[in-house]
């Protein structure tokens, strides 16, 4: 700055002293030299206003090309200490728009990678403006990538109703929604506002329920078949063994004694391979082929206190104590001898759960909230390891050597098929399995 202050302190230096000569020379009426200084104080004064329209001129296009993000200029230094600045801060912030840019790329590629829509609005009074939205969004409506709110909203207009009728605010819900004469499809919508160097911006998330449930599903069928796989190959891979080894004994003209054992105990094996293989038929039956519910109004303490007291012996022999909160009675509409098998399946995993502790407790609690009735089956057992939570219902999943794999399942279907649920959750550090059902 300073080098810029000398020179223009010195051009208006040489040029005062130049008109201030000029004066003096049409005084003394010298007017050839007069009219030399004449012709030299132009000079001074066009170089003068040259001098600064080039620094200005350097100043504005660099300034001009950060307004608009224009990072293709080449600039080099000058003598100019200002220009010299900007060319520098030009430089660095052409730097690091260089590294934003592929970041930006990145996300962008992240979001429209989602199997989910994504939409960002940038909300200014009553003007909207879609910032971003991603690859999923724009094939559901059928559009190009679009900044016009205009647009958005004739191709989906209940969607944009639904945002301005929340007035743009933090929400979660769902929406049905159709474009064109395509299949009506139904969307959990969450949306969040956050601001931004004093703008508001509008973050909408959506994802199709139908979706969901289609991957939860077959997420669901994978598990099962696993499970079903793994039990197979079990029987059927030592029978494939045995009946080789008995077609090569048999194939022998004489049999010793030795063969006929093995020839007797690889028939056992294949009968107890062969019914085990029908159990595990049974059981899948028992899951498939539940009979309809025949209901009845029935008390859900009464049924409770039947099958506690049926335990009472095995209780006394265990060492197990039971504690009953009881608060509240319902009469509800079930069928009693499914849901008695639903308690029997639940108490027995929580007997498992605390067999080998030495303090062995079991609570069972009820409670009603609103239009709900709630029972509890909580025990002092081991936590349920938080990565096998969600097969805990698969059916023939389990972690008991002997058990079977379907008492969850099969407790799951009878609650279901009540309109109720069956779920698991961690209270107070102890496994709690909750029956929700609906009061009449």
């Given at each position: ?50 001098f600064i329209y080039q620094y200005l001129t350097q100043v ?26 900007a060319v520098e801060l030009y430089a660095k912030i052409k ?146 063994s045995l009946a080789y080894s008995m077609k090569e004994i ?191």
């Open positions: 700055m300073k080098s810029e202050i000398i020179h223009i302190s010195l051009r208006v230096v040489l040029l005062f002293a130049l008109i201030f000569g000029a004066i003096l020379l049409f005084q003394h009426q010298l007017y050839y030299s007069f009219a030399l200084f004449f012709l030299l104080i132009l000079i001074a004064i066009v170089e003068f206003i040259h504005n296009r660099i300034i001009s090309a950060l307004r608009y993000h224009d990072y293709s200029l080449q600039l080099k230094k000058t003598s100019n200490e200002t220009v010299n600045n730097e690091e728009n260089a590294h934003q840019v592929p970041l930006k790329l990145i996300y962008n590629q992240i979001l429209d990678s989602l199997e989910s829509g994504v939409v960002i609005i940038k909300v200014i009074d009553d003007q909207k403006e879609v910032m971003f939205m991603n690859d999923y969004m724009c094939h559901f409506l059928d559009i190009p990538k679009t900044k016009s709110w205009n647009m958005l909203y004739q191709r989906a207009e209940s969607f944009c109703k639904l945002l301005e009728n929340r007035s743009f605010s933090d929400f979660k819900t769902s929406i049905d929604i159709q474009v064109d004469n395509k299949e009506r499809q139904t969307f959990l919508v969450q949306a969040s506002c956050t601001h931004i160097h004093r703008q508001k911006y509008y973050i909408v998330l959506m994802d199709s329920i139908q979706r969901m449930m289609e991957s939860k599903e077959n997420e669901a069928w994978g598990n099962i078949m696993k499970v079903i796989s793994h039990e197979l190959m079990n029987s059927l891979a030592p029978i494939h048999i194939q022998k003209d004489d049999l010793d004694p030795e063969d006929q054992e093995d020839f007797r105990l690889s028939i056992d094996t294949i009968i107890n391979r062969s019914n085990h293989l029908q159990k595990f038929v049974d059981r899948y039956r028992k899951l498939t082929m539940l009979p309809t519910p025949q209901f009845s109004k029935e008390s859900i303490h009464d049924i409770i206190h039947g099958v506690i007291q049926n335990y009472q012996y095995l209780f006394r022999e265990k060492g197990i104590i039971i504690h009953l909160n009881l608060i509240e009675d319902c009469l509800l509409d079930l069928d009693k001898i499914q849901f008695e098998q639903v308690i029997i399946n639940l108490l027995t995993n929580s007997i498992y759960a605390v067999d080998e502790l030495e303090e062995k407790e079991i609570n069972i609690s009820t409670a009603v909230e609103g239009k709900r009735f709630y029972i509890h089956f909580s025990d002092s057992g081991k936590l349920i390891d938080k990565d096998i939570v969600t097969k805990i219902f698969l059916p023939f999943y389990t972690t008991r050597k002997e058990g079977a794999g379907i008492g969850l399942a099969l407790s799951k279907s009878i609650i279901d098929a009540h309109n109720s649920y069956l779920y698991y959750k961690e209270v107070a550090d102890k496994n709690t399995f909750v029956i929700s059902m609906i009061i009449p």
